[in-house]
């Protein structure tokens, strides 16, 4: 109870502390010039809401093998919603739920469970397809224990305690990577049954350090890919979190994501900063396709309010590399984006 | 946290020192578990820190669940909404939601269920004791909730809500005591719980509230919720306590007291008389006694909700001996995720309700 007030609190402070800084513009990413430009375009009206549910900030967005849309949501409370592949709402997930206070991610695992990160409760909660809990893992605070001041300095990394987790996501033997979060720059392996395996990175730009570590996926052959953000780099980890390789020019990965099948695509979007302020918002909202390899294949995106524009694109599903779905912080929606063939290099315009 | 650290280091110390030896020769005991609740879809449960059957095999569920909230008021802040109690069909059909919105429902602890089939709550955030009827209905309070929080270094002065701290002063409580001040964690002689943890009642139907995280001591009452005497203060001698947590009365009046931050359950008669303890079972977060002829003592060395040590339950005779345990810490089903509450109206067949993972699960051991 008393965490809420914190909270508000926190981010007051946070916000004060932000706007009375010197606002730095971010550098384009270097691979902004080079990248070609992909067309695209999104399709209008793809969510349908019941008149009595709104979406808040678009924090999570996920797919499950059916095509069905599942959108995490920053609202009044926070709440999980599932649609169907058309975009017509299908239910509420978790209404109420003692994990549900800051949403930060939605992922569907292989066996199409629904994973939640939420950094208000720091817990990660597997619901089963149907929509019920199957495991929890880290623990929200007890109201019990009071408001801790803002202050407080921030207590070491424990095994199942997450400090603002911020995404999760999966090797092929279903270990569980966890990126946590703001407060602990780390990720912590555990496997599927949840008992915890390994954890690395602390504060800092070194290798193997982190800067708030906002999003991590995985690919077929078990490397994670965990997006630095603000490092503005992309780690590359196998799977026992050996580094493999790091990709750096890509701007702020605020979102990363990549798709199946036999040749897998790595995307990351460079989102504008979430302030909602559109001189900031100039240098940045594009997202980039890559190669795992980190090879940049093209962008696509700009920053902005309107239909195809991107305010803050804070997750992307990519589980179709031709049809994302991409959820933004400061538009409260959900885009369904339709990648179209490249054309070649030369016809590229802007 | 501190009082994860606390209970890793003194169970340690006495898993060293102690009871190594005789864990090696404790049988396992074999065992089945199911999760058997079924909740509508639009209702979940959070941490299931209480769980309790009635005569008729009917499941109650407290849980912290929701969004704990604090509403601001002038220099005051209000606490609501991070418990919820609900029955289920011994199938685990759900039957009902008891106490909606009730005023006493802020952070849960524990449910019991007395001989008469009336509903106990013991809300640690309330503190309050609340007495349903089987109806659901409210028959007694025992308590107040305080008017407004303690906000530990906000305007309205110390206090702590943690373990180890001085007992906070409740705004709205008077009657304080003249002369010397009483023993750290004795508490104000009466009805003013701070944190108050668990409930039990002799075959008289005399009242015992177990209090708790703020006070160390045991509280008794008559059946109508009159005072009659406390006993206990912080510490580690005999008749001290370290966080009572759980507790349960057997047929002759004898008081069990789960010592939880002391790694000992505490026996004394109905007067308050330290009679003996048990040191090697561990942290005892969850403790119950069967009914009938022959009763045992049930004990979980419930593992922190930051770990995955120790989560074996323990089965004993009452005077102690030790007829054998099982369990472990884990997420999966037949694991142990925290055990917060034991309910064993029968020697095979155990309810326990689990802090970490959200769930209630059926046991039922095998053999004797």
Same mark, same amino acid.
């Given at each position: 109870?008393?965490?809420?007030?914190?909270?508000?609190?926190?981010?007051?402070?946070?916000?004060?502390?932000?706007?009375?800084?010197?606002?730095p513009?971010?550098?384009r990413?270097?691979?902004?010039?080079t990248?070609?430009?992909?067309?695209?375009?999104?399709?209008?009206?793809?969510l349908?809401?019941?008149p009595?549910?709104?979406?808040?900030?678009?924090?999570?967005?996920?797919?499950?093998?059916?095509?069905?849309?599942?959108?995490?949501?920053?609202s009044?409370?926070?709440?999980?919603?599932?649609?169907?592949?058309?975009?017509?709402?299908?239910?509420?997930?978790?209404?109420?739920?003692y994990?549900?206070?800051?949403?930060?991610?939605?992922?569907?695992?292989?066996?199409?469970?629904?994973?939640?990160?939420?950094?208000?409760?720091?817990?990660?909660?597997?619901?089963?397809?149907?929509?019920?809990?199957?495991?929890?893992?880290?623990?929200?605070?007890e109201?019990?224990?009071?408001?801790?001041?803002t202050?407080?300095?921030v207590?070491?990394?424990?095994?199942?305690?997450?400090?603002?987790?911020?995404?999760?996501?999966?090797?092929?033997?279903?270990?569980?990577?966890?990126?946590?979060?703001?407060?602990?720059?780390?990720?912590?392996?555990?496997?599927?049954?949840?008992?915890?395996?390994?954890?690395?990175?602390?504060?800092?730009?070194?290798?193997?350090?982190m800067?708030?570590?906002?999003?991590?996926?995985?690919?077929?052959?078990?490397?994670?890919?965990?997006?630095?953000?603000?490092?503005?780099?992309?780690?590359?980890?196998?799977s026992?979190?050996?580094?493999?390789?790091?990709?750096?020019?890509?701007?702020?990965?605020?979102?990363?994501?990549?798709?199946?099948?036999?040749?897998?695509?790595?995307?990351?979007?460079?989102?504008?900063?979430?302030?909602?302020?559109?001189?900031?918002?100039?240098?940045?909202?594009?997202?980039?396709?890559m190669?795992?390899?980190?090879?940049?294949?093209?962008?696509?995106?700009?920053p902005?309010?309107?239909?195809?524009?991107?305010?803050?694109?804070?997750?992307?599903?990519?589980?179709?590399?031709?049809?994302?779905?991409?959820?933004?912080?400061?538009?409260?929606r959900?885009?369904?984006?339709?990648?179209?063939?490249?054309?070649?290099?030369?016809?590229?315009?802007? | 946290?501190k009082?994860?650290?606390?209970?890793?280091?003194a169970?340690?110390?006495?898993?060293?020192?102690?009871?190594?030896?005789?864990q090696?020769?404790i049988?396992?005991?074999?065992?089945?578990?199911?999760?058997?609740?079924?909740?509508?879809?639009?209702?979940?449960?959070?941490?299931a820190?209480?769980v309790?059957?009635?005569?008729k095999?009917?499941?109650?569920v407290?849980?912290?669940?929701?969004?704990?909230?604090?509403?601001?008021?002038?220099?005051?802040?209000?606490?609501?909404?991070?418990?919820?109690?609900?029955?289920?069909?011994?199938s685990?059909?759900?039957?009902?939601?008891?106490?909606?919105?009730?005023?006493?429902?802020?952070?849960?602890?524990?449910?019991?269920?007395?001989?008469?089939?009336?509903?106990?709550?013991?809300?640690?955030?309330s503190?309050?004791?609340?007495?349903?009827?089987?109806?659901?209905?409210v028959?007694?309070?025992?308590?107040?909730?305080?008017?407004?929080?303690?906000?530990?270094?906000?305007?309205?002065g110390?206090?702590?809500?943690?373990?180890?701290?001085?007992a906070?002063?409740?705004?709205?409580r008077?009657?304080?005591?003249?002369?010397?001040?009483?023993?750290?964690?004795?508490?104000?002689?009466?009805?003013?719980?701070?944190?108050?943890?668990d409930?039990?009642?002799?075959? @008289?139907?005399?009242?015992?509230v177990?209090?708790?995280? /703020? $006070?160390?001591? !045991?509280?008794? #009452? *008559?059946?109508? &919720?009159k005072?009659?005497?406390?006993?206990?203060?912080?510490?580690?001698?005999?008749?001290?306590?370290?966080?009572?947590?759980?507790?349960?009365?057997? @047929?002759?009046?004898?008081?069990?007291v789960g010592?939880? /931050? $002391?790694?000992r !359950?505490?026996? #004394? *008669?109905?007067? &308050?008389?330290?009679?003996?303890?048990?040191?090697?079972?561990?942290a005892?977060s969850?403790?119950?006694?069967?009914?009938?002829?022959?009763?045992?003592?049930?004990?979980?060395?419930?593992?922190?909700?930051?770990?995955?040590?120790?989560?074996?339950?323990?089965?004993?005779?009452l005077?102690?001996?030790?007829?054998?345990?099982?369990?472990?810490?884990?997420?999966?089903?037949?694991?142990?995720?925290?055990?917060?509450?034991?309910?064993?109206?029968?020697?095979?067949?155990?309810?326990?309700?689990?802090?970490?993972?959200?769930?209630?699960?059926?046991?039922?051991?095998k053999?004797?």
């Amino acid at each position: 109870m008393k965490r809420f007030v914190q909270f508000l609190l926190t981010a007051a402070a946070v916000m004060l502390a932000a706007t009375a800084s010197a606002q730095p513009v971010p550098p384009r990413a270097t691979a902004y010039a080079t990248a070609p430009d992909i067309p695209y375009e999104s399709v209008p009206n793809f969510l349908k809401l019941p008149p009595n549910i709104y979406l808040g900030e678009g924090i999570g967005v996920a797919r499950n093998s059916k095509g069905h849309i599942f959108i995490f949501t920053r609202s009044g409370d926070t709440r999980l919603f599932q649609f169907d592949q058309n975009g017509n709402f299908v239910r509420e997930i978790g209404q109420g739920l003692y994990g549900f206070e800051m949403a930060h991610g939605v992922r569907v695992d292989a066996q199409d469970n629904i994973w939640t990160v939420d950094e208000g409760t720091n817990m990660v909660v597997k619901f089963n397809p149907e929509g019920r809990v199957l495991m929890t893992m880290g623990r929200r605070p007890e109201a019990i224990e009071g408001l801790e001041p803002t202050a407080t300095p921030v207590p070491p990394a424990e095994p199942y305690r997450f400090n603002r987790p911020t995404d999760v996501t999966w090797d092929p033997q279903g270990n569980i990577f966890v990126a946590d979060g703001y407060f602990n720059s780390r990720v912590v392996k555990y496997d599927k049954n949840g008992r915890f395996i390994k954890s690395i990175g602390t504060r800092g730009t070194e290798p193997y350090q982190m800067n708030i570590p906002h999003s991590i996926t995985a690919d077929a052959q078990g490397n994670i890919y965990v997006a630095d953000r603000q490092n503005r780099r992309i780690q590359v980890f196998d799977s026992n979190l050996v580094l493999r390789a790091i990709y750096d020019n890509v701007g702020a990965p605020w979102a990363v994501c990549i798709s199946p099948g036999p040749h897998q695509y790595l995307f990351s979007s460079n989102s504008n900063p979430d302030n909602n302020n559109s001189l900031l918002a100039a240098v940045s909202g594009e997202i980039y396709k890559m190669e795992l390899d980190g090879t940049v294949i093209g962008k696509f995106g700009k920053p902005g309010k309107q239909l195809g524009e991107f305010a803050t694109v804070h997750a992307i599903d990519c589980r179709n590399p031709d049809e994302l779905i991409v959820s933004e912080i400061t538009a409260w929606r959900a885009q369904k984006i339709i990648l179209k063939a490249q054309p070649p290099r030369s016809s590229s315009t802007k | 946290m501190k009082r994860s650290l606390q209970l890793l280091l003194a169970s340690t110390v006495v898993l060293l020192g102690v009871s190594v030896s005789a864990q090696l020769t404790i049988p396992e005991i074999a065992y089945d578990a199911v999760d058997p609740i079924k909740l509508p879809d639009n209702l979940y449960l959070g941490e299931a820190v209480g769980v309790a059957t009635n005569s008729k095999g009917n499941i109650y569920v407290y849980t912290r669940t929701g969004n704990p909230a604090a509403t601001l008021g002038t220099r005051r802040t209000f606490a609501r909404n991070a418990a919820r109690l609900f029955e289920f069909e011994p199938s685990g059909k759900f039957v009902r939601e008891i106490g909606q919105d009730l005023y006493g429902f802020v952070f849960a602890h524990t449910v019991r269920v007395d001989r008469q089939d009336n509903i106990w709550v013991v809300d640690e955030g309330s503190n309050m004791v609340i007495k349903f009827d089987p109806a659901g209905r409210v028959l007694m309070t025992m308590g107040r909730k305080p008017e407004a929080l303690i906000v530990p270094g906000g305007t309205q002065g110390a206090g702590g809500g943690g373990e180890g701290g001085p007992a906070p002063a409740a705004a709205g409580r008077g009657g304080a005591a003249q002369g010397p001040p009483p023993p750290v964690g004795a508490g104000v002689p009466g009805d003013n719980f701070n944190r108050p943890t668990d409930v039990a009642w002799d075959t @008289a139907g005399n009242i015992y509230v177990a209090d708790g995280y /703020g $006070n160390s001591r !045991i509280a008794k #009452f *008559d059946k109508n &919720g009159k005072y009659l005497k406390s006993w206990g203060s912080r510490g580690t001698a005999p008749g001290q306590f370290n966080i009572p947590h759980t507790l349960a009365i057997d @047929a002759q009046g004898f008081v069990y007291v789960g010592d939880r /931050g $002391n790694n000992r !359950i505490q026996v #004394f *008669d109905g007067e &308050g008389t330290f009679k003996r303890q048990y040191v090697n079972v561990g942290a005892p977060s969850a403790i119950c006694i069967t009914p009938g002829p022959q009763q045992y003592l049930y004990a979980s060395n419930s593992n922190p909700s930051t770990s995955m040590d120790n989560g074996e339950i323990y089965k004993m005779t009452l005077d102690g001996r030790i007829l054998g345990k099982f369990g472990t810490a884990g997420k999966l089903i037949k694991e142990f995720g925290s055990v917060h509450e034991m309910d064993c109206r029968s020697e095979t067949e155990l309810y326990v309700g689990e802090i970490t993972n959200w769930r209630v699960q059926k046991l039922t051991l095998k053999g004797k």
